[in-house]
C-alpha cells in the first residue's frame, strides 16, 4: 500500500483527506465520528463571535435524475460560544492527536480582534489556522468573509496581522467571487500565508418556486444569496487551483476545495497541484463513510500507478496546464463512427447539424442499413459529437498526423510582426 500521509506547510497528516470547515464540522462530536471513520483532518466549522442562523437555510439544484448536483446556502459561521467550541476541539485533539485539526477563523478587520482570537484557538493546540476571506453572504456588511477576500490588501494586511502572533502554520481561504484569484493569492502570500485553500463557495441563488414565486430557500417569504458548492462548481475550482499552483508569485502548498466527491476528484485536484483535499457537500448528501471508498480507490490508483506516495501526484500536470495562445494550432483530431457500436440514434448528427459543422452524414451501406459517416475533410474536431453520443465506444477522436509544424497563436503573432521569423514560415506551416 502506497503512502498516504502529507506534509501540509508543516502540518502532518495521516492522508490529504480532510473535512472542510462547514455543518459537518460544527461539534467536537462530528470531528470525533469522522476520525474514526477514517479522515485525515478536519477545518472546524469557523470560529467567530457567535452568530444567530436562518431557518431554512439549505437548498440543492438537482439534474438530470442527479439528487443534489449543486447545494446552496446562507448558513453562516458557528452560532455556539468561542469557550464551547475551544473546550471541543482540545478534547477532540487530546483524543486523535494524530489527526490534524485546523482552526477555521473570522473576525472583524481589525489587528486586535485577530490578535486575540488566534492566541486563545492557539492556546488549546490546534494544528494549524484558516483565515475565511471566503463566506460570500452574511458578515459582509460587518467588514467579514467575501467583503475581505475581495480587497487583495486587506487580505494582505489581515494575514500579516495574524503572522505577528500566529506559531502555527496560517492558511488563507480564498473566495472565488473575483475576476483573478491569483491577485489575492499573491497578496496572502506577501501577507506571511504559509498556504492557500481554495476556493470558498460561489454567489448563487438555487431557484424560484414558479408558483408560490419565493425564492429557494425562503425565509419567512423573504431570500438571500447563497454560497453554492457540490459537484456543480468542479470544474471552476479546479480552474482556480491549477492558476495557483502555475503562478510563481504564489508558490505556497494548496488545499483544495470545490466538489470532490471521490477518489478520482482526489486525484485531479492533487494533479493539479492541491497537497491536500478537503470535503463538505458529499459528507452532507453520504455521510462521514464515503472516506472509506475513497482511500480504498486511491490505494488502488497508486498501486497500479506503481507510486509509493500520494505525494508523487502533486502538480504533475500543472506543466500541461496553459494559456490559449500557446496551443499548438496545428494540432488536428478528426472524429470516426464506429458502426459495431453505433446505435443509430442520430445524437451525434443532429448536434453536428444545428450546433456545430454539418461534417456527419446519414448514409445507406451496401446491405442497405443506414449508417453514420463522418466528412474528416469538414471536421474541426470540436469533440461535440462523442460528448453527446450516448454509447460507449461508438465515436472516437483521432489524431491525425497533417505534416504541420507546431505553431501557436501567440508563435504566429510574433512571425507575422517580425519579432521572430518570416510570414513565409506561417505560409508554410
Known amino acids: 500500500m502506497a503512502d498516504l500521509s502529507i506534509d501540509f506547510a508543516g502540518i502532518k497528516s495521516p492522508n490529504p483527506f480532510w473535512l472542510a470547515s462547514a455543518p459537518p464540522t460544527n461539534t467536537g462530536y462530528q470531528v470525533q465520528r469522522a476520525f474514526e471513520a477514517g479522515w485525515g483532518g478536519a477545518v472546524w466549522k469557523t470560529l467567530g463571535e457567535p452568530v444567530i442562523n436562518t431557518s431554512a437555510r439549505f437548498a440543492a439544484v438537482h439534474f438530470g435524475g442527479q439528487r443534489v448536483a449543486g447545494f446552496n446556502n446562507i448558513e453562516l459561521i458557528t452560532d455556539r460560544p468561542l469557550e464551547v467550541n475551544l473546550k471541543e476541539i482540545y478534547e477532540t485533539k487530546r483524543r486523535f492527536p494524530d489527526h490534524t485539526i485546523i482552526a477555521s477563523l473570522m473576525v472583524e478587520p481589525k489587528r486586535e480582534k485577530w490578535h486575540e482570537i488566534v492566541k486563545r484557538v492557539e492556546a488549546i493546540g490546534v494544528d494549524g489556522l484558516e483565515l475565511n476571506f471566503g463566506c460570500p453572504h452574511g458578515m459582509a456588511e460587518r467588514g467579514m468573509g467575501a467583503a475581505s477576500g475581495q480587497q487583495p490588501d486587506l487580505v494582505q494586511a489581515q494575514t500579516a496581522w495574524v503572522k505577528e502572533v500566529a506559531t502555527t502554520p496560517v492558511i488563507v481561504k480564498l473566495t472565488p467571487n473575483i475576476t483573478d484569484i491569483t491577485v489575492v493569492a499573491r497578496h496572502a502570500v506577501k501577507g506571511g500565508a504559509d498556504a492557500i485553500s481554495l476556493i470558498n463557495t460561489i454567489n448563487s441563488l438555487a431557484g424560484v418556486d414558479i408558483h408560490s414565486w419565493n425564492t429557494i430557500p425562503n425565509v419567512g417569504g423573504q431570500g438571500a444569496h447563497g454560497g453554492y458548492c457540490g459537484p456543480a462548481v468542479k470544474p471552476i475550482a479546479l480552474s482556480m487551483v491549477a492558476e495557483c499552483a502555475r503562478d510563481r508569485e504564489v508558490g505556497v502548498p494548496i488545499s483544495g476545495i470545490g466538489g470532490i466527491s471521490t477518489w478520482q476528484d482526489v486525484v485531479e485536484f492533487m494533479l493539479m497541484g492541491s497537497t491536500g483535499i478537503q470535503v463538505c457537500t458529499a459528507v452532507m448528501h453520504h455521510g462521514f463513510r464515503i472516506v472509506e471508498e475513497m482511500i480504498d480507490g486511491l490505494n488502488h490508483y497508486l498501486d497500479e500507478k506503481g507510486l509509493a506516495s500520494v505525494t508523487e501526484l502533486i502538480g504533475k500536470s500543472v506543466p500541461k496546464y496553459s494559456n490559449w495562445g500557446d496551443l499548438d494550432l496545428n494540432y488536428q483530431v ?68 497533417n505534416g504541420a509544424a507546431p505553431m501557436s497563436w501567440n508563435q504566429r503573432s510574433r512571425i507575422i510582426s517580425g519579432v521572430n521569423g518570416s510570414y513565409s514560415e506561417v505560409e508554410a506551416g
Request: hydrophobic content about 40%; proline content about 1%; charged content about 20%.
Open 334 to 401: 478528426v472524429a470516426r463512427i464506429n458502426g459495431e457500436n453505433c446505435i443509430n440514434c442520430n445524437k451525434c448528427h443532429i448536434a453536428c447539424e444545428d450546433a456545430s459543422h454539418q461534417c456527419i452524414d446519414m448514409l445507406t451501406n451496401a446491405e442497405g442499413k443506414a449508417i453514420l459517416q463522418v466528412r474528416e475533410e469538414d471536421c474541426v474536431g470540436c469533440n461535440l459529437c462523442s460528448i453527446v453520443c450516448p454509447a460507449d465506444g461508438a465515436i472516437d477522436m483521432i489524431a491525425l498526423d
